[in-house]
């Protein structure tokens, strides 16, 4: 049975960071891509940052390069998601997925305010 389960979400004031995690289960994690995306209210999911596991490749939307990274540990299956410099325009629900397989996981809460 594939999971994904996020963790690592939470309150943190601007300029501050938070590490996001992802740990998968029931497939392959070696040779995917995993992504995390975000969800603001009222707003669409989009796309924050990809990794093929493989390979090591990296993508990340503009409004987070060089703000957020992303890397995984293929030895635990996870994916991790590091946040410097937050801004309160980074809150929103945080989902993992993995794009090979469409499957996501259940979303983690991140607040940036003050």
């Known amino acids: 049975q594939v999971q994904l389960v996020e963790s690592g979400g939470g309150l943190v004031q601007p300029g501050g960071s938070l590490r996001l995690s992802c740990a998968a289960s029931?497939?392959?994690?070696?040779?995917?891509?995993m992504s995390w995306y975000r969800q603001a209210p009222g707003k669409e999911r989009e796309l924050v940052a990809s990794i093929n596991s493989a390979g090591g490749r990296t993508n990340y939307a503009d409004s987070v390069k060089g703000r957020f990274s992303i890397s995984s540990d293929n030895a635990e299956n996870t994916v991790y998601l590091q946040m410097d410099s937050l801004k309160p325009e980074d809150t929103a629900v945080y989902y993992c997925?993995?794009?090979?397989?469409?499957?996501w996981g259940q979303g983690t809460q991140v607040t940036v305010s003050s």
């Open positions: 997925k993995c794009e090979s397989i469409n499957s």
């Open positions: 029931g497939f392959t994690f070696k040779y995917t891509t």
